[in-house]
């Protein structure tokens, strides 16, 4: 397939157009190791759909988003619809979208392993077919994403370094390069690790897992170690208020801020009323709907941004709007991703200047060989990745790549992400329960 096509125009404009004449979604998986979090543990495969849209030309574009099969249906049915739709025309797109979910009943495909249930549906099917024809315009206009979404404010976007709880492999598989990390000294190694490798200026530590003084004495010793390092933790809204400001207090001198200590609005709004810490999250504040609520309750200080809870790149654009008029910070989310979502994350900060945090990612942890884009273009080095300026996304579709990891789909027999039936089955005492502390 040529990345390159010219433009049809619309009659009697210079307006670029580029029909839709097919879609395919194509699930695939890759390799995840046993990181452990709030709800379970990630089973020994992640779960992912490719969407890749195809317009007249030749042009196509690439997306990335859940591999759930209620998601993976859900994207079959826009994609029909969305044919014979201009990819320039991202409120048709929409439109199409939001058509196909009528009748749908809005559960299940969430991808994230139970932990964020209520994003918006509409936006959580949107958002691959947003990023595919951003870059489909993209490679018809020889420009890249960044453009589109009003230009590049900076040339590299930083990422934090995502550290987790873990045992040292899958059981009855051979311990992984990473080994365990289940107490302060073992997070204390795996950034190590991480910051020799990827150079990070910022550390993330994804709690929830163990006591919570625990899990404050692991962020306490990455402080020793580290000192002057900026430092968050997610406990993923497992914590009580009473626990939540006990440990803000605890934490306050040490923690850049504090990321969804509790679930809900309300809870996280009495925390913060109570720490001099500032709240993020990606949980209690994951559609337009829950920003009015969060912003009048004086709930959270940073969304973390995630365009595939958003609608994609264009109504990410929307949302830093609305935190610069309400003096709302921004980072962006992470969930297990390939390097589709990676190069898509990168544009959209690339182009939106209160992106004021190093973002996350967990990109280390995947494999260097599961992926499905050419290599060479997406790396990590001191903390940050330089943003591509070839055109659309930046990124080449490795053809080879993605059937290989669509057999290992077949293969694995993986159909939803299920962190915690996988960590029942190792240990069936385990009790899914938020609050925990």
């Known amino acids: 397939m040529s990345e390159h096509s010219s433009a049809g125009l619309l009659p009697g404009t210079n307006a670029p157009r580029s029909p839709i004449t097919a879609v395919q979604v194509v699930p695939v998986a890759f390799a995840d190791p046993p990181l452990l979090n709030s709800v379970g543990v990630h089973e020994p495969f992640a779960l992912r759909a490719i969407v890749i849209v195809h317009a007249s030309g ?3 574009g690439l997306g990335e988003t859940y591999g759930d099969s209620a998601h993976l249906a859900r994207l079959e049915r826009a994609g029909k619809l969305l044919i014979g739709t ?3 025309n991202l409120n048709q797109v929409a439109a199409r979208v939001e058509q196909s979910l009528v009748d749908d009943a809005g559960t299940g495909g969430h991808g994230t392993g139970g932990m ?6 509409t936006d959580r099917v949107l958002s691959a077919f947003d990023v595919a024809c951003l870059d489909i315009q993209g490679k018809v206009l020889g420009v890249p994403v960044s453009t589109l979404l009003g230009g590049a404010v900076r040339d590299a976007v930083d990422f934090s370094g995502y550290l987790f709880y873990k045992w040292a492999g899958h059981p009855g598989a051979e311990p992984d390069a990473w ?3 289940l107490d302060p000294a073992g997070i204390v190694a795996q950034a190590h690790r991480m910051i020799d490798r990827y150079g990070f200026t910022a550390l993330k530590l994804k709690g929830g897992v163990f006591v919570p003084d625990q899990e404050a004495a692991a962020i306490e010793a990455l402080r020793a170690e580290f000192p002057g390092m900026p430092l968050r933790i997610d406990p993923n809204g497992v914590w009580t208020v009473e626990t939540a400001i006990r440990m803000g ?7 850049e801020y504090l990321e969804d200590p509790c679930l809900s609005i309300a809870d996280n709004a009495a925390v913060r009323s109570a720490i001099n810490l500032p709240i ?3 949980m209690c504040v994951v559609s337009f709907n829950d920003l009015p609520p969060a912003i009048e309750a004086h709930a959270v200080d940073v969304v973390l941004s995630d365009h595939h809870f958003w609608g994609g790149l264009s109504r990410s654009r929307l949302l830093a709007g609305i935190a610069r008029t309400f003096d709302l910070r921004l980072s962006m989310h992470s969930n297990s991703h390939l390097g589709i979502s990676f190069a898509a994350m990168i544009q959209l900060a690339a182009a939106t200047s209160n992106i004021d945090y190093a973002c996350d990612t967990h990109w280390p942890w995947k494999r260097a060989e599961d992926d499905v884009i050419r290599p060479g273009v997406l790396e990590i080095r001191d903390g ?5 300026t070839a055109p659309g996304l930046g990124v080449e579709l490795d053809e080879q790549a993605l059937a290989r990891l669509h057999q290992q789909y077949l293969d694995c027999g993986l159909k939803k992400r299920d962190d915690t039936s996988y960590m029942q089955s190792i240990h069936p005492e385990f009790e899914l329960k938020s609050p925990r502390w």
């Open 384 to 388: 940050a990745v330089k943003v591509p």
């Open 86 to 88: 201009d990819a320039f």
């Open 280 to 282: 993020a999250t990606n």
């Open 179 to 181: 080994g365990e990390a």
């Open 249 to 255: 207090h605890r934490l306050e001198p040490v923690l």
């Open 116 to 121: 964020v249930t209520t994003t918006s549906l």
């Open 58 to 60: 030749g042009v196509h």
